[in-house]
């Protein structure tokens, strides 16, 4: 028998897919501004961005509204509880999107460092990262959110790569020194993309097997090196 | 009549503070290391930071427990809500110490730029914050709250002029560039730790008057020349 509360989170589901789809496109048109040096797009990001805050406050007045009339437990209680931290992060990547946007729109005020270096690359891997983290959560896939993990350490040295890149640019040409630091601001916002993808995935391992993997809890070999995905620069 | 469910979230309470009391000072350790140049000292923040995640897990078990146990309703259902996310925005805050403390380590590495210019008063400043807006919760005082929120203007602020100076800085000397980026990240760190604490202002506010003041949904007009209290840089 199909319980009243099976719909309702069925809906939560639905609306943090649909918010996720936001983020994803909210991504992917600050970075197309970017490449295509078409600023009037970034325009485009501060809608996406309106639509993900309107979600945000919404998915956690639905939440409430479960917790209170629902009573849930055990495994609908994580899951909502989940949701309400997926919701946290989504509404984050919707700020990031901005930044880039911002960064992105001062970069483009001067002419062009000669490349965009692995930015395009970072980028998409940052969406996949958080296509991946929600279709793990709609599945119940512990084993697809652990893969999200993963792929964080490529993001991470993407990050690394490009801030060499630049740095080096700086050094051999001070005129360039703006634009570098602008593109290092977005290699950084799109590291914190990957980052909240990331902690995505560890709350739909929560939710799905009851394990907490953050901070070393469930496999500290995972933590040792980096103290927290998190903590990096 | 003193109910069970009051006994459970005085101790939620007494846990926050003290949870960020650990924050404020893995925050003033990461600083007046950097000011010192006694780089052994931010070991002490990685210490710090591991009370802190080991705090988060224990918040996060005890707020389920609570929600699954004591089916709380209207304010106090609000009140542990704003618990797990203020609990999430504290352990993220010690991930940013860590940040300031890895950004540090390399900047000790070469010779000091002259002046840390704002930095120390930004440092200042953002513990400030934390500080009332923890106060804020304990005492579910609105008001005190609001003006966290007021504060992370003149942080945004001394952030915008830390960056400029920088960045003349390694426009008229190359060989700063290295030194001049590891503290524009690091004032970008302190920025991110004053949105956290304007993150959990926000968070009390609501939970207290039961109003969204996310997004300009109270106040359109704060919002307003700052689409977001995040989305910066």
Do not use: W
Request: hydrophobic share 40%; proline share 4%.
């Amino acid at each position: 028998m199909e319980r009243a509360i099976d719909l309702e989170i069925q809906k939560l589901k639905e609306r943090i897919l649909l918010m996720g789809g936001y983020v994803e496109k909210a991504i992917e048109e600050a970075t197309q501004a970017l490449i295509d040096r078409e600023p009037e797009r970034f325009e485009k990001v501060h809608e996406y961005e309106t639509i993900i805050n309107r979600s945000h406050i919404e998915v956690d007045e639905a939440c409430l509204r479960l917790l209170a009339r629902q009573s849930p437990l055990a495994a609908d209680l994580r899951l909502i509880v989940a949701v309400i931290k997926i919701n946290t992060d989504l509404e984050r990547m919707g700020d990031q999107a901005v930044n880039i946007s911002h960064n992105g729109k001062r970069y483009l005020e001067r002419p062009p460092l000669k490349p965009l270096i692995d930015l395009p690359r970072m980028s998409q891997e940052v969406r996949v990262m958080v296509r991946a983290a929600l279709d793990a959560f709609v599945k119940r896939d512990s084993v697809m959110a652990a893969d999200v993990l993963q792929r964080d350490d490529s993001v991470d040295a993407l990050k690394h790569h490009i801030f060499q890149e630049l740095i080096a640019y700086m050094g051999k040409d001070p005129t360039t020194i703006e634009q570098a630091l602008n593109l290092i601001l977005i290699a950084r916002n799109l590291e914190r993309l990957g980052d909240h993808a990331t902690n995505i995935a560890e709350d739909v391992i929560f939710a799905v097997t009851g394990k907490d993997v953050r901070h070393g809890a469930h496999n500290p070999s995972r933590r040792v090196a980096k103290p927290s995905g998190k903590a990096k620069t």
